[in-house]
């Protein structure tokens, strides 16, 4: 028999409930717990989605001000995860996508080969021509069947440049089946000590390549962390909409290896979302499709029996949202992260707390309060990764940032209107949900992280939780008076430094 969890927060949330309390990060801290864990050791790993990884709970927004290619590049060398805004028109997202997943070498898809019977010389030649920087060329029959490889070692020691590829390439090789993931790889070749390992389909035919140095680059040192797919590349996430639109950005996604699909909606429980989630998944059911956004538990529950691979939750706690204040909707952000997962216990569908997070704090809270991931805006917009240029106040740097749902970016994109369900106004007759504004500039995205990082591990160690399961499973919380929030944050002192992790 399967022992069922126990939560130690349901008590405290139920009688909050009983109260009619819905809360938020500045309503609750957690509580401390007798501890032998020690923060740096904390083990940070989670998932996105069903089948998507991540190496530290942290996502970047698919917002205009925040993630295309150098965030979901960088976010993933960090462990977490970028996901690649859709008010991009579909051929340019595809792109971005197709830059993250092409930034490490790990599996060469599509190697270039050359035939058996062409002459050494010319192979040189061409190599000059086009400027290829490697030497090593699988070699292929007139069929097409693969047959062996040279390497620069046989160019070397090649004399007569009239002799055929086939004369100087090595065919004892050692080759495996196509689906060799990137670790596999790595244990073969440092196994057989071969910096070169061909995948082969069940015709011989090449399917694919890895080479040992970068193989090796990605599995060792400070590329361990690095959040990859099984072919060793980085994952990166695209938002979709709805309806036909979607289907098109999804075609050419997958084209691009995506990972992750986010049905990226201001209202998840929508029919048109749940029909285009469906249909996503029937046309791909291999990859993962996360959708949000919902704040209720029946909401949720709704979309996980539609199939989704993950929920995010959060409507109106966004920093540059509108939505509560101009709809009248919404509920407090920790009561909807609880009450969204607790409503999806078992199914293993993993929840992200999307929006409102302030402090590294908020984040051990939406972890303790039943979120597997969370999703950032604001503290990460600003960082030299985001897109858009640094604009000078009064002497100081700053960098855009704006909601999806505020005038500039609902005017710009057709699909920041759609995420309103603004489709059928003219743009005079627009209904912001968002602001729009600007944050300092912060540097790397790197510190950033950094920080965050910390401050979670910081959080864990004071709970006693070695991982974010048993974060989820031993947080309890205490709810605050706004005496106790005021007293959580410095009193009493003007502050002559800042810390590198707060700002009021
Ligand atoms: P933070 O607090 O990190 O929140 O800045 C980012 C999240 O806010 C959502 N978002 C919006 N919500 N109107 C809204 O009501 C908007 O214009 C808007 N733009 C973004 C989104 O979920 C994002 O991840």
Redesign the pocket.
Known sequence: MVKKERFKKDAFFSKMSRLGLALSYDDVRLKTGHSEVEPAAVNLLTKFSRQVSLNNPIVS???DTVTESDMAIEMAKLGGLGIIHRALPPKEQSQAVAKVKFYLNGLIKKPICINQDEKVGDVLKTREEKGYKFHTFPVLDVHGKFVGLVTQNDFEFCINQNLKVGDIMSADLKCENDGTSVKEAFDIMRKNKKKVLPLLDQEKKLVGMYVFSDVKRIMTGSSAQYNIDANGNLRVGAAVGVGEEALERVELLVKKNIDVFVIDT?HGDSERVIKTLKKIKKLYPHIDVVVG?VSEGHSAKRLVDAGADGV?V??????????RIIAGIGHPQVSAVYECSKAIRGSGVPVCA????KYSGDITIAIGAGADSV?????L?GTKETPGDIVMVQGVPYKNY?????LG?MEKSKASRDRYLQTGSGKDKLV???VEGIVPFKGPVSHIIDQNLGGLRSGMGYVGAANIKELQLKADFHHISGAGLSESHPHGVIITKEAPNYKT
């Open positions: 927004s698919p917002m201001a956004n995010k959060g409507q109106g706690p966004g920093s540059i949202c509108t939505t999307d929006g409102g997070i999703m950032l805006g604001n503290m917009a704006r909601g999806m749902g505020s970016a912001p949900e968002g």
